[in-house]
T-cell receptor
Framework: DQQVKQNSPSLSVQEGRISILNCDYT??????FLWYKKYPAEGPTFLIS?????DKNEDGRFTVFLNKSAKHLSLHIVPSQPGDSAVYFC???????????????FGQGTILTVHP | DTEVTQTPKHLVMGMTNKKSLKCEQH?????MYWYKQKAKKPPELMFV???????INESVPSRFSPECPNSSLLNLHLHALQPEDSALYLC??????????????FGEGSRLTVL
């Protein structure tokens, strides 16, 4: 049972344009969502997060949107740069339940390629 | 220092060997984790340590034995592994409360090959 889904295995974008990465979840207990970026031969790096009490969080070129009713979130990167080329993982967690703070459920990942 | 350091980066072992993966962080985080990642799959949680005590074991086979000697170190002892255990093993750490509690800092991983 895949509770976090990233249905696009890959995305190709021109430098300077917008990259939109999508993520859907099924578990209504999830109330905190994160995006991680992963380069080859490196561990995932935290990018941005959003709590379920918000519908938008922005950090520089990165904005995450959350639509709770649709159980959908998206990551927008504007403008996209070649250095953004990496695998992007959506992750979700429930903040209830004591020591579950580190129990992230990851999506399958989307490979983003930004062409110069 | 915002690094999580994992050693070794690569490990090849036979099914009868005993080896260990090591992880270290100096960010003062009191939660540490082991995740396993197979090729083209997302990371999957194995263990969570909170204040040096095992708090979550995701039904991991006993051939994987975690250990948290102190708040900065996390080990994963490996014994009698199977070829299907070959994967990238990721260590992570985080705060245990507040806004940063869900934000994991990952190491680069230890790539394990079981022959």
């Amino acid at each position: 049972d895949q509770q976090v889904k990233q249905n696009s295995p890959s995305l190709s974008v021109q430098e300077g344009r917008i990259s939109i990465l999508n993520c859907d979840y099924t578990n209504s207990m999830f109330d905190y969502f994160l995006w991680y970026k992963k380069y080859p031969a490196e561990g995932p790096t935290f990018l941005i997060s959003i709590s379920s009490i918000k519908d938008k969080n922005e950090d520089g070129r990165f904005t995450v949107f959350l639509n709770k009713s649709a159980k959908h979130l998206s990551l927008h990167i504007v403008p996209s740069q070649p250095g953004d080329s990496a695998v992007y993982f959506c992750a979700a967690k429930s903040r209830t339940g004591g020591t579950s703070y580190g129990k992230l459920t990851f999506g399958q990942g989307t490979i983003l390629t930004v062409h110069p | 220092d915002t690094e999580v350091t994992q050693t070794p980066k690569h490990l090849v072992m036979g099914m009868t060997n005993k080896k260990s993966l090591k992880c270290e962080q100096h960010m003062g985080h009191r939660a540490m984790y082991w995740y396993k990642q197979k090729a083209k799959k997302p990371p999957e949680l194995m263990f969570v340590y909170s204040y040096e005590k095992l708090s979550i074991n995701e039904s991991v086979p006993s051939r994987f034995s975690p250990e948290c000697p102190n708040s900065s170190l996390l080990n994963l002892h490996l014994h009698a592994l199977q070829p299907e255990d070959s994967a990238l093993y990721l260590c992570a750490s985080s705060q245990t409360s507040g806004v940063g509690a869900g934000e994991l800092f990952f190491g680069e991983g230890s790539r394990l090959t079981v022959l």
